[in-house]
């Protein structure tokens, strides 16, 4: 008699590629623990990744713009949930694992920093050794979610969240296989996180006033298309075919695709993420931050981990505090440390 969880994993081994991961086959976890009765491995993860707090902390940290009034600019929440919904549409035709796609997708930004990537840059340049957004994300599900124990998620989907990121400039695919992510699963983060931001961040640059969709480059949207939705489905359907012409061995894009994709990109670099309207309030925030990232250390019994502290150091406790913050966590212990409160009695 088998339970429904090794019925659900002979249904991936019957439907699946031969390709997509397979939850029976999993490297494991970081420690060994007894399966679930109904749910498969990656769909275990899956579900430990939205319980945590890191998760529901993504909410009121920034995507582009700084806490905006506007209820429908994305955050970083929103984003994940755009580039959750890419990346399993992907994986959904190519028949690889939906729920390890989506774990991956879910989980690849939990270390992102309040203030966005202006916050990561500061927090980089505090902390001794340096700082990047997915090795935190990978601290977080190991180390910090739980009270220390961590969420003890399996290999693949640890993987895929520590080889997510490619930089301001490095390419979504073609990287030598030491750069990428090991599963196939993995691989589609990349693409699924650049087709998911540049379209979203048009849209709220947009909506913010920065640029008119007659400002685009022509070139690109000649290629991938004029609206969103439009230039979404030519991304989707030609990392697709591409895929597929390679027998999934690992995911493409074509050429002229890619090229349209990128040159959309750096466009966006000088329009909106290095513009100087939009990052005007980025200057106060590193204030805010290093600010805080001071008093903290100070005051280093009262706000960090002891644990940490002992076997870290103070710089990994004050990393690990600082970075998980939301942008109005932030702003509100600033304000406790430096502003004076006003006197409040009559
Ligand atoms: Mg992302």
């Given at each position: 008699m088998t339970n429904i969880r090794e019925q659900?994993?002979?249904?991936?081994?019957?439907?699946?590629?031969?390709?997509?991961?397979?939850?029976?086959?999993?490297?494991?976890?970081?420690?060994?623990?007894?399966?679930?009765?109904?749910?498969?491995?990656?769909?275990?993860?899956?579900?430990?990744?939205?319980?945590?707090?890191?998760?529901?902390?993504?909410?009121?940290?920034?995507?582009?713009?700084f806490r905006p009034t506007g209820d429908h600019y994305r955050t970083r929440l929103t984003h994940t949930l755009e580039v959750s919904q890419i990346a399993r549409t992907i994986a959904k035709v190519l028949r690889l694992h939906e729920e390890l796609t989506e774990a991956i997708a879910l989980g690849h930004d939990l270390g992102h920093t309040p203030f966005g990537h202006a916050g990561e840059r500061v927090i980089d340049s505090l902390m001794p050794g340096g700082f990047n957004h997915y090795e935190q994300s990978l601290r977080i599900v190991d180390v910090l979610e739980n009270d220390g124990r961590g969420l003890n998620l399996t290999w693949e989907v640890r993987d895929g969240i520590a080889k997510h990121s490619k930089g301001k400039s490095g390419a979504p695919v073609g990287m030598p296989p030491a750069m990428r992510a090991s599963t196939i699963e993995g691989q589609i983060m990349r693409v699924a996180d650049l087709i998911a931001y540049i379209n979203h961040d048009i849209d709220d640059a947009t909506r913010a006033g920065l640029l008119t969709p007659d400002d685009l480059p022509q070139g690109p949207v000649r290629v991938l298309g004029a609206s969103s939705s439009a230039r979404i489905s030519t991304l989707v359907r030609d990392v697709v075919t591409e895929t597929l012409a390679a027998d999934l061995?690992?995911?493409?894009?074509?050429?002229?695709?890619?090229?349209?994709?990128?040159?959309?990109?750096?466009?966006?670099?000088?329009?909106?993420?290095?513009?100087?309207?939009?990052?005007?309030?980025?200057?106060?925030?590193?204030?805010?931050?290093?600010?805080?990232?001071?008093?903290?250390?100070?005051?280093?019994?009262?706000?960090?981990?002891?644990?940490?502290?002992?076997?870290?150091?103070?710089?990994?406790?004050?990393?690990?505090?600082?970075?998980?913050?939301?942008d109005r966590y932030a702003v509100r212990l600033f304000e406790q440390f430096f502003i004076p409160k006003p006197w409040a009695i009559d």
């Amino acid at each position: 008699m088998t339970n429904i969880r090794e019925q659900l994993e002979a249904r991936e081994r019957d439907t699946l590629a031969p390709q997509a991961a397979k939850s029976a086959a999993s490297r494991g976890r970081l420690r060994p623990e007894p399966e679930d009765e109904i749910r498969p491995a990656f769909q275990r993860d899956r579900d430990r990744i939205i319980h945590c707090k890191a998760f529901r902390r993504l909410k009121h940290k920034t995507q582009v713009f700084f806490r905006p009034t506007g209820d429908h600019y994305r955050t970083r929440l929103t984003h994940t949930l755009e580039v959750s919904q890419i990346a399993r549409t992907i994986a959904k035709v190519l028949r690889l694992h939906e729920e390890l796609t989506e774990a991956i997708a879910l989980g690849h930004d939990l270390g992102h920093t309040p203030f966005g990537h202006a916050g990561e840059r500061v927090i980089d340049s505090l902390m001794p050794g340096g700082f990047n957004h997915y090795e935190q994300s990978l601290r977080i599900v190991d180390v910090l979610e739980n009270d220390g124990r961590g969420l003890n998620l399996t290999w693949e989907v640890r993987d895929g969240i520590a080889k997510h990121s490619k930089g301001k400039s490095g390419a979504p695919v073609g990287m030598p296989p030491a750069m990428r992510a090991s599963t196939i699963e993995g691989q589609i983060m990349r693409v699924a996180d650049l087709i998911a931001y540049i379209n979203h961040d048009i849209d709220d640059a947009t909506r913010a006033g920065l640029l008119t969709p007659d400002d685009l480059p022509q070139g690109p949207v000649r290629v991938l298309g004029a609206s969103s939705s439009a230039r979404i489905s030519t991304l989707v359907r030609d990392v697709v075919t591409e895929t597929l012409a390679a027998d999934l061995s690992e995911i493409r894009m074509s050429e002229p695709v890619l090229a349209a994709l990128l040159e959309l990109r750096t466009y966006l670099f000088d329009a909106v993420y290095e513009n100087s309207t939009a990052t005007v309030e980025f200057k106060k925030a590193a204030d805010v931050l290093t600010g805080v990232w001071e008093k903290v250390r100070e005051r280093s019994a009262e706000f960090l981990d002891r644990r940490t502290i002992e076997h870290e150091g103070v710089d990994a406790a004050a990393r690990d505090f600082v970075a998980g913050m939301t942008d109005r966590y932030a702003v509100r212990l600033f304000e406790q440390f430096f502003i004076p409160k006003p006197w409040a009695i009559d």
